[in-house]
């Protein structure tokens, strides 16, 4: 068993009114990555139709430090039980965006699903990031792979 301690990056988090009975983003385990994410939705439920999305909101902002960012992540059960995913996932919050969490999901299942406010609806993964500076060139260096795409790795 592994009893080694991680340092825990501290991260402001501010509740907007709607979300305000709700508990702070907590792992659900020890080995758990990322962050439970609820819905606050001030009218208590949103439907999503197969085929649609929706954007939900969470009522939280938060306080992501420069070097890092907050990806945004599905669900898994989620997902393989309902069809429910982050659109554009992983979502990414920048370390400069103090604005409310908002998390498109769409229904790629074949029932109606109502998101009801409390609800776990995503997971927020907060990763270490490095920037780059991007320069012009002519040609680039050759490798193994070259330019074979999609499949050319093989299954």
């Known amino acids: 068993m ?10 402001k988090i501010k509740f907007l009114p709607h979300a305000v009975d709700l508990p702070i983003p907590q792992y659900a385990t020890a080995g758990s990555a990322g962050l439970d994410i609820m819905s606050a939705i001030p009218n208590k439920e949103i439907i999503i139709y197969p085929g649609e999305r929706s954007l939900i909101e969470t009522g939280i902002c938060i306080a992501i430090p ?6 945004i992540r599905s669900r898994s059960g989620l997902s393989l039980k309902n069809g429910i995913i982050v659109l554009n996932s ?3 919050i920048d370390s400069d965006y103090r604005g ?7 229904n790629f299942g074949n ?4 998101i009801t ?5 995503a997971q927020l993964v907060i990763n270490r ?10 040609e680039l260096n050759t490798s193994i792979r070259c330019e074979n795409g999609f499949g050319s790795t093989g299954l």
Do not use: W
């Open 117 to 121: 406010h409390g609800m776990r609806i």
């Open 129 to 138: 990031y490095e920037r780059v500076c991007l320069a012009k060139s002519e």
């Open 2 to 11: 592994n009893n080694v301690k991680v340092p825990l990056l501290d991260i």
């Open 90 to 92: 992983p979502g990414t």
């Open 66 to 71: 420069d070097g890092y960012e907050g990806q």
């Open 100 to 106: 409310e969490i908002k998390i498109i999901l769409a």
């Open 111 to 114: 029932h109606i699903f109502t």
